[in-house]
């Protein structure tokens, strides 16, 4: 219990303002991270996340009282919304995009520090594909998938829907469509299932935010906050990418995501 209380301490300590007004530490660059085997794309980021409280459940789906706290405060970090220019569209300067990992310990569910990348026309948050190097638990934990921001209030992209995590296999590191440690060891349900991987989107306004969520299947979810549930959107698919739109070609859906 020492450890669950911690945890909750730290959450509670450090909630959005607070944080930002004592000054503490709330990302991390990429380039401050390690990289697992010295490849560049492979990030291992630091957990938890002190601004998001561990949440205590046994449960193979990744749990709402987890990702919403988490999307809330991705938009909370600097730069994370509502920051592009009134009269083109185009990020500003401070613009940002951060990624955090969701993963599992064997007692709780847990959020990645949020890794910040500033925006440029084709830029976006680099998820920590090398896993998360937890304070408590090491290494090895099983991650479920990602979540980040768009700070231009753009719906979720073709590099979201293309975005899982990743494992190492024969030597090699493979995109995988369900969670995994990244030495390749898949996460089970109490039936022995494997889990599906899920990305998670926070985009809008500061004072009207969306959330999304996806698997690989491309069925894309918003959530009702009214409701507290994932209401079904539509079917996504990635289109090919066209040197004549650098800053990204939008996925193929069978319904507009954002009416």
């Known amino acids: 219990m020492g450890l669950v209380r911690r945890h909750l301490w730290l959450g509670i300590a450090c909630l959005g303002v607070a944080c930002a007004s004592t000054g503490a530490r709330r990302y991390y660059a990429s380039s401050e991270l390690?990289?697992?085997d010295g490849l560049e794309g492979l990030t291992?980021?630091?957990?938890?996340?002190?601004?998001?409280?561990?949440?205590?459940?046994?449960a193979s789906v990744v749990p709402d009282d987890l990702i919403i706290p988490t999307l809330h405060a991705l938009l909370a970090l600097p730069g994370a919304v509502d920051a592009c220019d009134a009269s083109t569209g185009r990020p500003r300067p401070e613009a940002s995009e951060y990624c955090v990992a969701i993963y599992r310990t064997r007692s709780d569910w847990r959020v990645s520090w949020p890794v910040r990348n500033t925006v440029r026309s084709a830029g976006s948050c680099?998820?920590?594909f090398g896993g998360v190097n937890d304070a408590d638990y090491g290494n090895d934990l099983p991650v479920l998938g990602y979540a980040h921001n768009h700070p231009c209030a753009s719906d979720v992209s073709n590099q979201d829907l293309r975005t899982w995590p990743m494992a190492k296999s024969e030597g090699a590191w493979v995109v995988v469509a369900y969670g995994t440690?990244?030495?390749?060891?898949?996460?089970?349900?109490?039936?022995?299932?494997?889990?599906?991987?899920?990305?998670?989107?926070?985009?809008?306004?500061?004072d009207a935010p969306r959330f999304y969520k996806w698997?690989?299947?491309?069925?894309?979810?918003?959530?009702?906050d009214g409701r507290k549930q994932w209401n079904f959107q539509a079917r996504c698919t990635p289109r090919p990418s066209s040197m004549f739109r650098p800053e990204g070609v939008l996925p193929d859906c069978s319904a507009a995501l954002h009416p």
């Open 126 to 128: 680099h998820p920590p």
């Open 215 to 224: 698997n690989q299947e491309g069925q894309v979810f918003r959530w009702d």
């Open 44 to 58: 291992v980021a630091p957990g938890p996340w002190p601004e998001i409280p561990a949440v205590l459940t046994h």
């Open 34 to 36: 390690p990289r697992r």
């Open 181 to 206: 440690t990244p030495g390749g060891r898949l996460a089970r349900d109490e039936r022995g299932q494997v889990i599906p991987a899920w990305g998670w989107l926070a985009t809008g306004h500061r």
